[in-house]
């Protein structure tokens, strides 16, 4: 393959520069070197191109993925909070139903007492005024006789 000779040819470039005095670095000519690289990247099999694009392509499924289920989650979250709120608003509702029934009951006792009383009031007078009457309905006869 043509890339193992290129990079055996920057093994060579490397071993075969000339050494810094009194030190183990090396002088190498940059402009051949990155020439090297860049034949090499251009050589590169399909498949090392392939693969770098599937692993990208894997990363930005694996992120959409999550992003997804982080909106589920979100989304189950709100829902939970809508149905909590739901039951709060519907116990409320019940809670209020039951006061208003109870005041309806009271409201109704004290009208129908209230009535019982008044009617119970008329009854006394209309008995009063006719027993007036008797007495001198049997006064008038007395004295008829």
Same mark, same amino acid.
Not at 31 to 42: A, G, P, Q, S
């Given at each position: 393959m043509e890339i193992y000779s290129l990079l055996e040819s920057l093994e060579d470039l490397i071993e075969n520069s000339k050494k810094v005095?009194?030190?183990?670095?090396?002088m190498i000519d940059s402009?051949?070197?990155?020439?090297?690289?860049?034949? /090499?990247?251009?050589?590169?099999?399909? #498949?090392?191109?392939?693969?770098k694009w599937i692993q990208e392509e894997r990363e930005r499924i694996l992120n959409e993925a999550h992003k997804e289920a982080e909106d589920i989650v979100n989304e189950a979250e709100n829902k939970t /909070?809508?149905?909590?709120?739901?039951? #709060?608003i519907t116990r409320q509702?019940?809670?209020q139903k039951t006061q208003i029934i109870a005041q309806a009951n009271d409201s109704s006792r004290q009208i129908t007492n209230g009535?019982?009383?008044?009617?119970?009031?008329i009854l006394a007078d209309l008995q009063e005024t006719l027993e007036n009457q008797l007495r001198e309905i049997q006064n008038n006869r007395k004295e008829l006789k």
């Open positions: 005095p009194f030190s183990d670095k090396t402009e051949e070197v990155l020439d090297l690289v860049k034949e /090499i990247r251009l050589k590169m099999p399909d #498949e090392l191109k392939q693969a /909070i809508s149905m909590i709120n739901e039951h #709060e509702a019940y809670d009535a019982k009383a008044y009617a119970d009031n």
